[in-house]
């Protein structure tokens, strides 16, 4: 937005910077793509159980797959569907 305003001034209002309202770590994305496995479940397994309490979001037909290879590594993590 800064660029915006800098290039048009006076196009769009100015509001203060957002800061976020919760602190901790952000959020990333771990892509895999069909015929494009960048991530394997070993590694997958690996980051759950070092990071307890993430969440992973898989569209819908791939959870009880994801969660049955998983197995104890998601114990303290959701898996969760998307539509």
Excluded: Y
Excluded at 3 to 16: Q, S, T, V
Excluded at 17 to 41: A, H, Q, T, V, Y
Excluded at 54 to 59: A, E, K, M, Q, R
């Amino acid at each position: 937005m800064k660029i915006l305003h800098e290039a048009f001034p006076g196009a769009a209002n100015k509001l203060p910077d957002d800061e976020g309202l919760f602190k901790g770590p952000r959020p990333c994305i771990l892509s895999c793509r069909k015929n494009e496995m960048n991530l394997d479940i070993q590694t997958l397994q690996e980051i759950l159980t070092k990071n307890p309490g993430l969440v992973v979001l898989t569209p819908d037909n791939n959870v009880e797959l994801l969660k049955s290879k998983l197995g104890d590594s998601r114990k303290n993590s959701m898996i969760l569907g998307i539509w």
